[in-house]
Every structure is written in structure tokens, then in C-alpha cells.
């Protein structure tokens, strides 16, 4: 039985979605299935003493991972991956980022998911649950990074930050590598300045 890859992401994360779009092609070349989950930028953040443009977009960002929760709580995870493939989509590949009301309305649309479920987007009975969620995803790496979150049994870790997103073997080693190296005990951290923004394509 294969060993389950469980991933956090907040639809409005660029580098989350690359993630994403990698670890699904990884798991076709090392057989594994990714099972997504909800993490909360505006969760991490809140508190937080933020440029004034960053809390502006933190105070509409719980809308669409409240629509996540409660696509997860009443429909399952498949309608969650679902939501979230169709807002990556439009959000992230489409560019439509001025809205993220819009882009949720759009992404239940084009995801055949019923239209109704934008009501989460206000609506703060599902921040208990979404808090739930993101604990469960960000406890094991600690507070200081954001999204993503991956688990792969008992290890977790924050990332890989990459773009474009590797196909084929090359997404295999990757994924090869990143486990190896989160298996170490005692290993916390890689990384180089980024010199390019999340490639799309």
C-alpha cells in the first residue's frame, strides 16, 4: 500500500499551485495519490503586522478557502481538489486576479459545483473548521513558512518552491530528492533567492 501524499494549499497561493501541479505529476511516475487539504494565509497572518496592501488582500483571502471547507465538510475531498483546480485556473493560469469572489463563483461554475456554496465565501461559521484544517497541515512544520504544506506520512515539510512545474521522470526526482532530505533528522532548511516569478505554463 502506498504511503499517502497529503498537501495544504490557499487557492490564492502562486507557489502553492505550482506545487500542486508538480506533486500530481510526481505521483503519476511514483504512484502515489495526493489528497489536498485547506491551509489559511489569512489563518497564518492574522495578528500579523502586515504592509497595508498585504491586509487588504488577507482580509478577502478567507472567502475562498471557507468555500474549500465547507465543498470538504459537505461533499468530500474530491469536491475540494475539484474547487481548487478550476480557481487555480482561472486565478492563477487565467490571470483574473482582481476578484476573489469572482474567482470562486467562476471556479464552482467550471467545476460543475452547485453555485450555492459561494455562501461560505461570508459566511464565518466555517472559520472554527478552516482553523481545524490548518493546524492539522501547519503544526507539523511550524508557523513560520506558509503554503505549501506537504505530509508524506509521519514527515512533513513547507514546499518545494519551483517553477516551472517539473514533468515526467524529472517530477519524480524531485520528489525523490525532497522526501530524502525531509527524512533527515535533524535537516530544517535549502533555498536560494528566487529570480523569476511562478511560470504558468
Known sequence: MNTPVDLWVDPICPWAWMTSRWLLEAGRVRDFDVRFHTMSLAVLNDGRDLP???????????GPVRVMIALNEREGE??????????????HVG???????????RALASAGL????????????????????HHAGMDAVGM???????????????????????KG?????????VVAVASTTGFYEIKRTRTV???FE
Open 52 to 62: 497595508e496592501e498585504y491586509v487588504s488582500l488577507m482580509a478577502e483571502a478567507w
Open 197 to 199: 516569478g511562478p511560470n
Open 95 to 105: 490571470g483574473h486576479r482582481d476578484d476573489l469572489r469572482e474567482a470562486s463563483v
Open 144 to 166: 513560520d513558512v506558509g503554503t505549501p504544506v506537504i505530509h508524506v506520512g509521519e514527515v512533513a515539510f513547507f514546499g518545494p518552491v519551483v517553477t516551472p512545474a517539473p
Open 114 to 133: 452547485d453555485g450555492t456554496y459561494i455562501g461560505a465565501f461570508e459566511d464565518t461559521s466555517w472559520d472554527e473548521p478552516l482553523t481545524v484544517s
Open 169 to 177: 521522470e524529472a517530477a519524480g526526482r524531485l520528489f525523490d530528492g
Open 78 to 91: 474530491a469536491a475540494l481538489r475539484a474547487f481548487y483546480d478550476a480557481f487555480g485556473e482561472y486565478y
